[in-house]
């Protein structure tokens, strides 16, 4: 869900000109669904603690233990190895990602 919001924002910022979606798509900046995706994810999680994505599913992502806020150097962490998409995709027997685990966040129901 975040991806898609992260690209509609950067057809929105960037305006491509060609007249079809998947060109539309090819004529984006490389770096710009990434790069919007990062920020959003960084923003959002390091100040409210949930993405657009997290809380239409009704998720936060808070400190394991502590319950308190993310902030932002855990923030940065998370979104940093999140990005890098192997963390993402690797997670132990509770289901908490590498980049969860590594940044001691945890993703719990709202």
């Known amino acids: 869900m975040d991806w898609i919001v992260a690209t509609l924002v950067a057809f929105i910022l960037f305006r491509p000109s060609a007249p079809g979606v998947f060109e539309l798509v090819s004529e984006l900046p490389a770096w710009a669904q990434p790069a919007l995706f990062a920020a959003m994810n960084l923003l959002l999680v390091s100040t409210i603690g949930s993405t657009i994505g997290h809380r239409l599913l ?15 150097a855990r923030g940065a962490v998370r979104t940093l190895l999140l990005c890098l998409v192997i963390p993402a995709v690797v997670w132990d027997a509770d ?14 129901r709202r």
């Not at 009704?58 to 932002?72: H, K, P």
């Open 58 to 72: 009704g998720l936060q992502v808070r400190v394991v233990g502590a319950g308190e806020a993310v902030g932002f």
């Open 95 to 108: 289901g908490r990602g590498l980049h969860d685990k590594v940044a001691g966040t945890a993703i719990v």
